[in-house]
């Protein structure tokens, strides 16, 4: 033969290396893709629940927390926080607007992710 001992076992590893490769992907392409979809009502739960964990009370909530909001910063968050310590909870969530630096743009992005229970 041509090849030594050492090639003929190198080619047979390469080879079975090769085969191994090419079923793996034969496997691959056979078998169905795995699909879980929720029930219509099960997912209009979940965004419910979603948009509730969204929503942050504004009576309860620290400075830390008022930060997430969109458009609340370090120092309207105190604000908040100053002004419901100041003049009682807020009744409706409109009532943020008294808070200094809340006008009717930065209460627009606000509304959505508040609530006042």
Known sequence: MWLTEKERMTASILGAVS???LGTILWRQQRPPLV???????TAQWDAALVAARQVDVNTASVAELERLPGVGPTLARRIVDD?????????????????????????GLKDHVTVP
């Open 19 to 21: 085969l191994a490769a």
């Open 36 to 42: 879980i979809e929720p029930a219509l009502e099960q």
């Open 84 to 108: 419901r310590t100041v003049h009682g909870p807020f009744q409706r969530p409109e009532e943020l607007q008294r808070v200094k630096g809340i006008g009717p743009q930065t209460y627009a």
